[in-house]
């Protein structure tokens, strides 16, 4: 069954291959590559994608394409990856022509809303790198996350928060 989420302005569905050239739109930006991996190969963005879409055939969690509802261009992605029966991590990523329409902030919501529903979660965990100043705020002061301990991989410093299932 198709998963579609929507929110004010925004609809979030399945990933499909057909997002690719809209994915490395998004992926081969200098200003996304500031916080993200840069990706600036169709190849590449092809397996990833790919993966994504076979990875949550099996397992719950989802990963879903960001569209604005009077388009068909895919603007974003946003991740929940189920890491134990009632821990899952959030990750997303917002076309960084469509930054700061409080886009991200209203996707989040909304997939939070539903992990905590659909996949009977009680914890959901995300991180970034300490540069991230917009994600951190987008977390603490919007999402209402609790910031944790940093910690550091391959030499970067990531800043950690949790949210926790209101009972
Ligand atoms: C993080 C990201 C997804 C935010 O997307 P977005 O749709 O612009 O987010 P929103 O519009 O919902 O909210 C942005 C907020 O950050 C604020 N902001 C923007 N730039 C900022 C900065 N440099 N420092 C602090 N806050 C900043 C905005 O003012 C806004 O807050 P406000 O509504 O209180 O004014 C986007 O910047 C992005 O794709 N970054 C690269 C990928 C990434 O960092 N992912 C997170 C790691 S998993």
Redesign the pocket.
């Known amino acids: 069954m198709e998963n579609k989420i929507y929110t004010n302005h925004l609809v979030l569905r399945d990933l499909s291959i057909k997002d690719n050239h809209d994915w490395l739109e998004m992926f081969s930006s200098e200003k996304?590559a500031m916080?993200?991996e840069k990706i600036d190969d169709i190849e590449k963005i092809n397996r990833i994608i790919e993966k994504k879409i076979n990875r949550y055939k099996e397992n719950s969690g989802g990963s879903f394409s960001i569209l604005e509802k009077t388009n068909d261009k895919v603007i974003?992605n946003i991740e929940i990856k189920v890491i134990s029966p009632l821990l899952a991590e959030l990750?997303?990523?917002?076309n960084?022509k469509?930054?700061?329409?409080?886009?991200?902030?209203?996707a989040c919501k909304a997939i939070i809303d539903y992990a905590f529903k659909e996949w009977n979660l009680s914890k959901i965990v995300?991180?970034?790198r300490e540069n991230?100043?917009?994600?951190a705020?987008?977390l603490v002061?919007?999402l209402l996350f609790t910031q944790l301990s940093p910690t550091i991989h391959n030499g970067i410093k990531f800043l950690n928060f949790e949210l926790n299932r209101k009972i």
């Open positions: 996304v916080f993200l974003g990750s997303y990523v917002i960084d469509y930054w700061n329409k409080g886009y991200c902030t209203e995300a991180d970034c991230n100043t917009a994600s705020h987008i002061d919007k």
